[in-house]
């Protein structure tokens, strides 16, 4: 079972990597939907409790930011209605001091995908990471690692891209970046 279980980790780790290197904020979502909702069962197979609950929380959270389009989705409530799940799913699923780095990176990564600021969100991708790491060194989860690496490495590469590279053709142009980037 945990063969397994570290195969669909593997697929988890390759929805997130790709999630990054979105231009628009709801394939971004969707992507992460995907990849929390394979990490639950992942994380379910290594008996890593909190990241269960806080990949399930992650699942419902990715879902309703990605209808800010409609009425019901822009609510604020919303935000505050997952950092309450994800405390207290945390205290819920408690293994130790070692949840308090996945329970703080989740509140930090609702507050991000909230946004609707992609710069700021793929700069939070890029820190994010280093507070899972731990917890996934700890209960030996490879595509959780993986996910930590390759997520610092994809956020680099889509700062690169798009905050970095771009600003300096843009103002050739004379194009105000802030228009030119889908959300």
Same mark, same amino acid.
């Given at each position: 079972m945990e063969t397994a279980g570290q195969i !669909?980790?593997? *697929?988890?780790?390759l929805a997130m990597v790709l999630s990054y290197q979105q231009k628009? =904020? @709801?394939? %971004?979502?969707?992507?992460?939907?995907l990849s929390n909702a394979l990490y639950a069962v992942h994380y379910g197979t290594l008996g890593a409790t909190t990241m269960v609950v806080m990949s399930i929380v992650n699942v419902a959270r990715s879902f309703v *930011? #990605? @209808?800010?389009d409609t009425k019901w989705g822009k609510s604020r409530i919303w935000l505050y209605l997952f950092l309450a799940l994800t %405390?207290?799913?945390?205290?819920?699923a408690w293994?130790?001091?070692l949840s308090l780095l996945v329970i703080t990176a989740t509140l930090l990564l609702t507050v991000t995908l909230y946004s609707d600021n992609l710069a700021f969100m793929r700069k939070m +991708? %890029?820190?994010?990471? +280093? %507070?899972?790491?731990?917890?996934?060194?700890? @209960? =030996? #989860?490879?595509?959780? !690692?993986g996910n930590d690496v390759f997520c610092i490495v994809s956020a680099l590469i889509a700062i690169w891209r798009f905050d970095i590279k771009k600003k300096p053709a843009e103002e050739k142009a004379g194009e105000d970046? #802030?228009? #030119?980037?889908?959300v």
């Amino acid at each position: 079972m945990e063969t397994a279980g570290q195969i !669909i980790g593997v *697929f988890a780790l390759l929805a997130m990597v790709l999630s990054y290197q979105q231009k628009n =904020r @709801k394939t %971004l979502l969707w992507l992460q939907m995907l990849s929390n909702a394979l990490y639950a069962v992942h994380y379910g197979t290594l008996g890593a409790t909190t990241m269960v609950v806080m990949s399930i929380v992650n699942v419902a959270r990715s879902f309703v *930011f #990605s @209808k800010n389009d409609t009425k019901w989705g822009k609510s604020r409530i919303w935000l505050y209605l997952f950092l309450a799940l994800t %405390l207290a799913g945390g205290i819920w699923a408690w293994e130790g001091p070692l949840s308090l780095l996945v329970i703080t990176a989740t509140l930090l990564l609702t507050v991000t995908l909230y946004s609707d600021n992609l710069a700021f969100m793929r700069k939070m +991708f %890029l820190i994010l990471p +280093f %507070l899972y790491i731990a917890y996934n060194v700890v @209960k =030996r #989860s490879w595509g959780g !690692i993986g996910n930590d690496v390759f997520c610092i490495v994809s956020a680099l590469i889509a700062i690169w891209r798009f905050d970095i590279k771009k600003k300096p053709a843009e103002e050739k142009a004379g194009e105000d970046p #802030s228009d #030119s980037e889908e959300v």
